[in-house]
């Protein structure tokens, strides 16, 4: 390092600046090893420049100039719409890395790398390297993984789950010693369809065999009421033994004046 510097000819604090530094400890690779994004506007006006923090896996912006990094070659994603929210997620996604990185939060790190490597199980796009993808909506959706698993990683994974069946067999195959915790999921995201059934499109069914509940749309009482019953009754129980048990809810709720919510 001595030899290096006096090679060319800067202090070692200087040169230690001006360097990378990867952390070994910390369980998620966030420096990329090759240039993978930079910045068009900054590239346009100095031809070859490469600028360090185009290397983080969290750089979504140019700090030079506050452009959006692009990928160096070409996105498959140009023409493909970011969401807002997707684009949201994202940055705040970012903002949790780089302060773990710097902080040096290893349990925040693992948290991250269980997460990213639960997104690879679940869309085979977030495997390994998601966070360097030149698919801008990839690497988006890697950061916006590590947002919701820092936030609200249970809900998040049990959304998946209730939209897609096959979701639980993948996590119970790929984490068979996380048996407790999917179980949980599986719960949870029976709930969630049951919810959804109560505030969805199967509600006008649900009212034409339940005369008691005719109403133009669900009110904030019935829904919790419906979560009490499933509280109470379990998300596996008989569908119209919660609706019935939600109705007498409802019912000693309103003669009572209780808030039930
Ligand atoms: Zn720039």
New binding site residues.
Partial sequence: MDGFCATLRLPPLQLGSMLLRRRAEFPVECISWSDFQH?P??THKVSGISLRHWRYAWSLQ?E??G?ELSPVRRDPATHVHLPTRLRTRAKEGAKWLRLANRHRDRHAGRRMDLTLQASGVLAPELRHGALFSQNRIDRFKALAAINLGMTRPLLAVALLMKNDPTVERKLRAAFPHRRKLVDRLASLAGKLRILSVWSGDNLKGQLKRHPAYISASPQPEYLAAAKLAIIQLGANADRSELLKYAESILQTARQRSVDIQ
Avoid: E, M, R
């Fill in positions: 910045c506007a900054c140019c030079v100039c452009s």
